[in-house]
């Protein structure tokens, strides 16, 4: 995958963490894709433990992995954040 298509991978993985996570969470478009690009990070790493694949692709099981590593991403920051 290119750099706009990591851009895109993250903005979407990152809206989407962020509207599934209660509550109200800071930060603007560039918190968003930087949460969401490390979501696809983590969300690939795991699911490369468990076997279910990788973020390779621009496709329904990464957006998956990288939403479910968004959501981490969103938890760890809010307890580092005290919020």
Same mark, same amino acid.
Request: proline residues 1%; glycine residues 20%.
């Given at each position: 995958? &290119?750099?706009?298509?990591?851009? +895109? ?11 599934? *996570?209660? &509550?109200?969470?800071?930060? @603007? ?5 930087? +949460?969401?690009?490390?979501? %696809?990070?983590?969300? $690939? ?7 279910? @694949?990788? !973020?390779? /692709?621009? /496709?329904? *099981?990464? *957006? $998956?992995? %990288? !939403?479910? @590593? %968004? +959501?981490? !991403?969103?938890? %760890? ?7």
């Amino acid at each position: 995958m &290119g750099i706009l298509s990591w851009l +895109l991978l993250g903005l979407i993985a990152g809206i989407l963490a962020k509207w599934i *996570m209660p &509550g109200k969470q800071s930060g @603007g478009i560039i918190v968003t894709i930087i +949460l969401g690009i490390l979501g %696809a990070v983590v969300g $690939g790493f795991f699911g490369s433990l468990l076997g279910l @694949g990788t !973020v390779d /692709d621009f /496709d329904l *099981m990464s *957006m $998956g992995l %990288a !939403v479910g @590593g %968004a +959501l981490l !991403v969103l938890i %760890a920051y809010r307890q580092i954040k005290g919020k």
